[in-house]
């Protein structure tokens, strides 16, 4: 069974730039797994980043930016604000219909 | 403007069945596939199922195969999730979710109380 990855947590200070990754257990990641960003504050639907790995959703400011890294799917935040300081949660599509996704990163700005 | 509603949460004793729907409007809904998501509280989400736009592939997680069915009416532009059998560990905030190369509309969620 196919695992998505991701860092159970992260910190960067604030004006600072960080990447999340999300990668998968086994194969390798293209743009055809459509990997899909969120943050997520508690009690809320999550709010989408990035979609289709690197378009941004509609509002989301350009300190956003979704790739491909190697294996992996990136999200790199750039000039980071306290208010990053959030759950970040990713999806990738497998195949025949089915999405996973992963397990989250606590990103903490400090 | 995009807008997915859920509706049709609640409690339900162990063994018991829940129909939750997914209103949507602001797009073409024939053009789109749709996913039920979901997330016990305090943890991370799950996709539960999904249904392409014409109704023709339906999947599903392996926990909830052949307890949950997944339905879309096109004529109310109306996305459902039939769920049977239902288990404590079902325990959850269910989402509708617009599938466009990404989970990218979500619904504000429906909670689905199944005690122990």
């Known amino acids: 069974q196919t695992v998505v990855t991701q860092e159970p947590s992260f910190s960067v200070s604030p004006g600072g730039t960080v990447t999340l990754t999300c990668g998968l257990s086994?194969?390798?990641?293209?743009?055809?797994?459509?990997a899909t960003w969120y943050r997520q504050t508690p009690g809320q639907a999550p709010r989408t980043l990035i979609y289709?790995?690197?378009t941004r959703s509609s509002g989301v400011p350009d300190r956003f930016f979704g790739s491909i890294l190697g294996n992996k799917a990136a999200l790199t935040i750039t000039g980071a604000q306290a208010d990053d300081e959030s759950d970040y949660f990713c999806?990738?599509?497998?195949?025949?219909?089915?999405?996973?996704f992963g397990g989250g990163t606590k990103l903490t700005v400090l | 403007e995009v807008k997915l509603v859920e509706s049709g949460g609640g409690l339900v004793q162990p063994g018991g069945s829940l129909r939750l729907s997914c209103a949507t409007s602001?797009?073409?809904?024939?053009?789109?596939?749709m996913n039920w998501v979901r997330q016990p509280a305090g943890r991370g989400l799950e996709w539960v199922a999904r249904?392409?736009?014409?109704?023709?592939?339906?999947s599903y997680v392996d926990a909830v195969k052949g307890r949950f069915t997944i339905s879309r009416d096109s004529a109310k532009n109306v996305v459902y999730l039939d769920m049977n059998s239902l288990r404590a560990d079902d325990t959850a905030v269910y989402f509708c979710?617009?599938?466009?190369?990404?989970?990218?509309?979500w619904g504000q969620g429906n909670l689905v109380t199944v005690p122990s």
């Open positions: 979710v617009r599938d466009n190369y990404g989970l990218d509309y």
């Open positions: 602001g797009f073409v809904f024939d053009s789109f596939s």
């Open positions: 249904i392409k736009h014409d109704g023709s592939q339906r």
């Open positions: 086994s194969g390798s990641l293209s743009t055809s797994h459509y």
């Open positions: 289709n790995t690197d």
């Open positions: 999806v990738l599509y497998l195949a025949d219909g089915i999405w996973v």
